[in-house]
């Protein structure tokens, strides 16, 4: 068993697999710059910027993002890029769901900053 696993193994004890998904705010704007960019190929540094995050959060981050699937990474060379991996459930199902959300929000008041 990866350390990975483990660690994500010890992560869902006890708390789920949604908040150990979403545990930070910075996961969270992750995953939300590449459901939003859906078709786009990211490098570390755009990431960063469209998360609002730092790029060391974003290679902790990407590591298990890509093992959950959600993200893959598409090699380029010298360079790395990623993107959100439409052929997984999980990465079609959390675009669909900022789909719906924002729906939902804007059906319940415009004038909802987001």
């Known amino acids: 068993m990866s350390s990975a696993t483990t660690r ?3 992560d869902l004890a006890g708390r789920g697999s949604l908040p150990t998904l979403f545990k930070s705010q910075e996961r969270a704007r992750i995953i939300e710059a590449f459901v939003t960019n859906k078709s786009r190929e990211l490098n ?7 998360s609002d995050t730092s790029r060391s959060t974003v290679y902790e981050q990407l590591e298990q993002l890509t093992e959950l699937g959600i993200v893959e990474e598409v090699d380029r060379g010298a360079s790395s890029f990623y993107t959100l991996n439409e052929d997984d459930e999980l990465g079609e199902m959390l675009y669909k769901l900022q789909g719906l959300t924002l ?4 059906e319940i008041d415009d004038d909802v900053e987001l």
């Open 8 to 10: 994500l193994d010890h």
């Open 44 to 50: 570390v540094s755009d990431i960063a910027r469209l």
């Open 103 to 106: 729906h939902r929000l804007y």
